[in-house]
């Protein structure tokens, strides 16, 4: 009892002083701030539909406490962009049990980039929902009600807009309530079907284009189920906000695929072992010079079985914020020559759904940039931590909701209200920092997780915003509260140029052939000069390949 009292006595104090240093008078109890959370949740219960169980946890529930905490830096006549994802995850691989999740994410909010917020989550022992509209019922009703009239917090009312809505092919289908990928007419941009060899291919490269007005009547009817999409209520152009998902798309769907023709195909398209054994001897000797951003390292031909999406990633044109719109019309010409190479090399019967989306990428990149914009990385990891986060699938949607406030809560309580701080982590460099300068060996930044380091060579080579090449030779601030700015100093590259030149000149899209001896002195940069991370590769003769990261810093 005397630890307790002594415990709470301390919190008291610290109470005060919160309230008189920085004027929050609400924290008060770190029991309160969590039961408060909580108490979101609680009014939430699971209900039985159609096939399985219904976890309804409501966006504004599960938005609002985040809105609050960083309504400081959302302006006042910001409306927030949102993206929705809906997606099948098989839990077990002895049986059928599934979560399909509605999740969504704030498009134009920095300080939550990476963030995914659960929506509801559907359970099913028997598989997919068996009633779309019943089980899209909840979400129709609130994100109405929110487009209409928003969220208050304090004097401003926050408005939304819906902009992505990301899902796999089947899901897509399923939402939509139209013919799977698989079937006839079943892309969802243009109007497009053939049989070749008891298969549906998709040759049509200038076939009619979907449009809103055309899907909602159900103009092909070749195209369209019984029964009407729930998207019919909202107020969004469906064939535009229902993107094409580059991960499944084209990573694990054309990629893959072309791998798998290479690897473990027919004798004419089947590379010999003797290359199989080179390509992946490269593979394996640039693993010390992947960045840390990768989240997988390069692996052997041996293991395509188990390769994951990231692994397959590809297009980099269009997966570039500063390029993606620029050469949109290029991007497009060479996507339509290389599915019509395509049917040539592999077979007519072999353009499928996902070799002939590749002709629309460029339609959505024009209208929303980078593919990575729109992707389903983000939902695809987040789907990953609720598949982890299960212990026992007896009850599983009472598990994962505990564990979901579980860890809102905890989220809440560490988000960090600094603005101003460029860094999400750092490691300082103790054998020469001293009493007037910080030194560092590596940062992480906020914006977008680059890593810069002074000692490792695979995240030391930046370009900057004059698109200077430089290597980082050290980091370092002034000790000081008036001057606490990041500062680099650097070497700049001076012989640089195009690693090729055709279709255009590599320098164009961000790849180089540099002299990494060839260097300047070393000078001061500020981290705000600091415009792309670079992959850097060593070769032979002091030359070095720089490919700058799609994302800028």
Excluded at 143 to 163: A, C, D, R, W, Y
Excluded at 172 to 181: I, M, P, Q, S
Excluded at 202 to 218: D, G, V, W
């Amino acid at each position: 009892m005397n630890y307790v009292s002594s415990l709470f006595g301390l919190l008291f104090r610290l109470k005060t002083w919160i309230r008189s240093e920085m004027g929050q008078s609400r924290l008060t109890d770190i029991r309160t701030i969590l039961r408060e959370h909580k108490d979101n949740y609680n009014n939430h219960s699971i209900v039985e539909i159609e096939n399985g169980s219904y976890l309804d946890l409501g966006i504004v529930n599960i938005i609002k406490p985040h809105l609050i905490k960083q309504i400081k830096y959302i302006p006042n006549d910001k409306q927030i962009k949102l993206s929705f994802s809906i997606d099948g995850l098989p839990l077990a691989k002895s049986s059928k049990t599934q979560f399909w999740p509605i999740l969504l994410s704030f498009i134009n909010l920095p300080v939550f980039v990476n963030k995914i917020f659960p929506r509801g989550i559907y359970h099913s022992f028997k598989g997919n929902p068996g009633n779309v509209n019943e089980f899209f019922r909840p979400f129709v009703n609130e994100i109405q009600n929110l487009l209409t009239h928003g969220i208050k917090i304090g004097n401003k009312i926050i408005k939304f807009e819906i902009v992505h809505i990301v899902e796999d092919a089947p899901a897509k289908a399923f939402l939509l309530k139209v013919k799977n990928h698989n079937g006839y007419f079943a892309c969802n941009s243009c109007e497009v079907g053939d049989f070749i060899d008891n298969k549906v291919c998709f040759l049509n490269l200038c076939a009619p284009l979907r449009t809103n007005e055309s899907f909602r009547p159900k103009s092909n009817s070749e195209y369209h189920k019984d029964g009407l999409s729930p998207l019919i209520e909202l107020p969004i152009d469906i064939t535009t906000t229902v993107v094409l998902d580059y991960m499944h798309c084209v990573c694990q769907g054309v990629m893959k695929r072309l791998l798998e023709f290479w690897v473990r195909g027919k004798k004419p398209i089947r590379i010999i072992e003797e290359k199989k054994d080179i390509i992946s001897l490269s593979l394996l000797s640039i693993r010390k010079f992947v960045p840390s951003e990768f989240a997988r390292l390069p692996r052997s031909l041996d293991d395509l079985e188990y390769w994951k999406a990231t692994e397959f990633l590809s297009i980099r044109v269009l997966c570039s914020n500063e390029i993606c719109q620029k050469y949109n019309s290029l991007a497009l010409k060479h996507l339509n020559t290389f599915v019509q190479n395509y049917s040539s090399i592999y077979g007519s019967q072999f353009i499928n759904y996902n070799v002939h989306s590749l002709i629309h990428l460029p339609f959505f990149a024009n209208l929303y940039g980078s593919l990575d914009n729109f992707s389903a990385f983000k939902y695809e990891n987040y789907l990953q931590f609720l598949k982890k986060s299960m212990k026992c699938c007896k009850y599983p949607l009472s598990e994962i909701k505990n564990k979901i406030i579980a860890s809102e809560g905890e989220e809440l309580l560490n988000i960090s209200t600094d603005g101003n701080s460029l860094l999400k982590s750092f490691k300082i460099n103790e054998k020469v920092s001293n009493f007037n300068f910080i030194h560092y060996n590596r940062i992480n930044l906020k914006s977008n997780n680059f890593i810069l380091s002074c000692s490792n060579p695979k995240d030391q080579c930046i370009i900057l915003k004059n698109n200077d090449i430089v290597l980082i030779k050290s980091i370092y601030k002034t000790n000081s509260e008036i001057d606490n700015i990041i500062k680099l100093s650097v070497v700049k590259i001076l012989t640089v140029k195009d690693l090729f030149s055709e279709p255009i000149p590599s320098m164009d899209i961000g790849i180089y052939l540099i002299n990494s001896h060839h260097v300047s002195n070393p000078y001061q940069i500020l981290i705000s000069d600091v415009k792309f991370k670079c992959f850097f590769s060593q070769l032979l003769h002091n030359q070095a390949v720089v490919i700058s990261l799609c994302h800028s810093v």
